[in-house]
């Protein structure tokens, strides 16, 4: 029997029928009315009704980016939809829909899934990054999420990374989600196309008429080793090297830290900058058992697979 996971972004709404392995065998995506709070609910519980009909199904597992509630019933605050603000979430879709339903933060529930069935299945402790718009955070304890007592804990994105540094969405200065994110690279990289910079060649021939440059330019640059780019990814790694090594291990000792979102498709180019400041940045360093830094398995479907399993184990 499946699981559905439902993954709900700032765009779209996708969602899946998934296996006790963490298999996808169907996928639904409509567009996120983010707008007006009724048609959420109402386009979330389509997709729940479209792919559960003639299908018997655990419950549905259902990631979204926000503050939720302790008891995953209520949305405090999502960025990203400004129609939820203490929306009472659960229980609204459970109103359009006959599955019992279990809310999780949507970086929460990507780090679940590669505990589950990616690049963490051997590990107990570890942490996810998710660099993409944001950087997203999410702990895995001892074979738990970590929540915290009110249920926002694991934000990692939203530590220091410099005092009195550039402004950030949640209103404090200088986190590391505001020089370690893909929107700060790709400020970063056209900063640099639009400066006289010699490193920045290619990045301005790669701007072509548009005017404007794209992530997909920034990511090919990275790809052809263009020095420019490599300077900014190289930047964006130390940050969240040193983000890992100064903070995350002192207080939560992981075994591993995954680094998904869509930054972490250059590989290396982006992970091996992070595993040297690291280094330069853990304490005790050459007396303590080593964390490996990988890339995530899953790129764009971790929230979903990962939301499928959380509702599996809870309501099988
Ligand atoms: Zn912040």
Known sequence: MYAVGIDIGGTKIAGALVDDAGNIKDEVRVPSPIEDSGLMVEAIASVINQLTSGQKVFGVGVAAAGFLSAN??????????????????????????????????????????????????????????????????????????????????????????????????????????????GTALLLAARKLAASKDAAGQRLRELTGESGTLSGDAVYQAILEDDAGALSLIGELGSHIGTAIGCMFVPVLDPELVVIGGGVSAVGDKLLDPIRASLLESVPAQGHRPQLEIVKAKFLNQAGLIGAADLARQSFS
């Open 72 to 181: 995953r019933e209520i949305m405090y605050h999502s960025p990203n939809i400004a129609a939820w603000r203490n929306e009472p979430l659960k229980s609204r879709i459970e109103a359009k829909t006959p599955h019992p339903i279990l809310l999780e933060n949507d970086a929460n529930a990507a780090g679940w899934a590669e505990f589950r069935f990616g690049a963490g299945r051997e590990v107990q402790s570890m942490i996810m990054l998710t660099i993409g718009t944001g950087v997203g955070g999410a702990i895995i304890s001892e074979g738990r999420i970590l929540k915290g007592g009110f249920g926002i804990g694991g934000e990692l994105g939203h530590v220091l990374s410099i005092p009195d540094g550039r402004v950030c969405g949640c209103g404090l200065r200088g986190c590391l989600e505001t020089y370690a994110s």
